[in-house]
């Protein structure tokens, strides 16, 4: 491609013929100067012959006819002088194109090496996003289950009727509702109270109704504390912006667990007795049946609902698992297929004019996850620039195809081959170079070949003919080992 464009450029379509052609005409040059000083030397011969003899008539016509010669000599030489200042101009042409042409190479060297470091570099942020991403999702759940806790005290605080302090000395809860004139029972009726007395009626509300209320708000069972604009997150962030939590004796972010729970303990004590004390003051045997109904009800849920999440946890931890491994498994296979298709195809196309062969390549749409994508694969022959396989004939088409069988063979092996008429549109030489391939790696695997091509099938080890048997109006099998002639 380079000797091409360096070719177009000074005027000259091939720089190796050319070069090639200039030696050529050079050595016949010389050829012919060598064969005229031969013939004066004969002719000088002839003239000291003649004056031994002393034959002036002889001698005179020698001297003429070496004068003419000595001019056709001179006239030579100085064609050659010609030739050679020409060939000087030329050869120090082609020295210039070739410092050219290994700049450029150099240069596009450089090139593959740059976009080598940005590929690295674009997997490197893949990998720093998928981390950040793992990352914000497990800060997603941490929130999400914060926001779940934080939802289950509240409810629990309307059940057990708990009054949560606010700032500025206000409570949450019934009592607050009752001090504004209000009762839970009027809220469909009163339309004008203030957002936040009718976020506490309505949690209220929903606890009394049980959790099948609940469950027909929300069917799909998730009351969406993942989601900033659920309403139960933002219920739960109106109910808690203004809460008060002076009150609390204890810090609790420098204690242990151990000392968490016993505070837990006793608060869930004095809990006990305070409820204890309401029931004699007002005993409600009806409501005690009711919350412990509810609390049943809502255990029950809660234990399917944790038992849901875990079982899809423990669903994404496998699916994630078989994805990793899938993509290990596929870029195990691609990077060898990668790596061994190039030297396979080298090795099909090479020859003595061409000794490094064509190119071949294989690139991913898609790196991170590749079976979402597609697998581009190119073919470059030797000679020829750089194409898509659609533009390739069909001789180069299956070249390519072979390739890139062989290196995916090379990979899983396969028992045997079994090609029929691949050769079919192969020219003579490319049927001698993949017969030779073959031939050379029978090692590896056994190959069947159907062709209709004797520069294909002579480097086979046995031959298995069919042809017709005409008195029984049969097929017949012939075969022969050829091992034998071997030499």
Known sequence: KYTKDFGQKHGVEDVRLYEEATLREKEELKEKIRKVHKHVQKMEAKLRYNETRKLDEEVKKAEKQLKTEKKVLQKKEEESKAVTTALDELQNKVDELTV?????????????????????????????????????????????????????????????????????????????????????????????????AKLHSDIGSDVQKGESQSASQDPSGSLGFSQDDSKYVKRDDAETANLDFSMLTENLNNLSE????????????????????????????????????VSKLLKSTEDKLNDARNQSRVVEQGFDQIKQQRLERFMKMFEHVELTIDRIYKDLTKSKKHALGGNAYLTLSNTEEPWLGGIKFNAMPPTKRFRDMDQLSGGEKTVAALALLFAIHSFHPAPFFVMDEVDAALDNVNVFKVSSYIKQNSNNFQCLVISLKDAFYDKADALVGIYREKEMNCSRVATMDLTKYET
Do not use: C, F
Not at 150 to 158: I, S, V
Not at 261 to 285: F, G, R, S, V
């Open 100 to 196: 050219e042409y290994g700049k450029l190479k150099q240069d596009a060297q450089d090139s593959q090496i740059e976009a080598v470091e940005v590929e690295k570099v674009k997997e490197e942020i893949a990998a720093e996003k998928s981390a950040q991403v793992k990352k914000m999702t497990a800060e997603e759940n941490k929130i999400e289950k914060l926001r779940a806790s934080r939802h289950d005290l509240l409810r629990q605080a309307h059940v057990d009727q708990v009054e949560l302090p606010l700032i500025g000395g206000g409570v949450t809860g019934r009592k607050r509702q009752r001090a504004n004139g209000e009762e839970d029972e009027d809220e469909d009726d009163d339309n004008d109270r203030s957002k936040k």
């Open 258 to 293: 151990k000392e968490k729970e016993t505070i837990k303990k006793k608060y869930e004590q004095t809990l006990h007795d305070l409820i204890e004390e309401l029931a004699k003051m007002q005993p409600n045997m009806k409501a005690q049946e009711r919350y412990e109904d």
